[in-house]
């Protein structure tokens, strides 16, 4: 399945009005879109301090207008919720012309 999608950097730096500064997996900055890859290990999302923490600063970078996609890494191995996200990343960038769920 090929996509199409536009350029963007892997695990570039974001600092927020608020100061904080996040590493989403993947950053569409002309669009200001942000992906990010969300494991369920205990040490990280597993964790509801962390959980909560990286909830808050996804909010704060919807406030300053970035369009933030959280996949779960499961949902990686499952072709039909893939190809939702891949559909929902396209009309982020506002690309609603990429392929997504007829690809």
């Known amino acids: ?9 892997c695990r570039q730096r974001v600092t927020i009005s608020s100061g904080l500064s996040t590493v989403p997996d993947w950053l569409h900055e002309e669009s200001k879109t ?5 494991g369920m290990s205990r040490g990280l999302h597993g964790n509801p301090e962390i959980d ?15 369009k933030v996609i959280v996949i779960q890494s499961r949902d990686l191995n499952d ?4 190809r939702q996200h891949l559909k929902n990343v396209a009309d982020a960038m506002g690309r609603p012309d990429l392929p997504g769920e007829d690809a």
């Open 1 to 9: 399945m090929e996509h199409h999608l536009s350029p963007g950097s």
């Open 34 to 38: 942000a992906i990010y890859l969300d």
């Open 52 to 66: 909560r923490r990286d909830h808050l600063i996804r909010q704060m970078l919807e406030l300053d207008g970035y």
């Open 79 to 82: 072709p039909e919720v893939m």
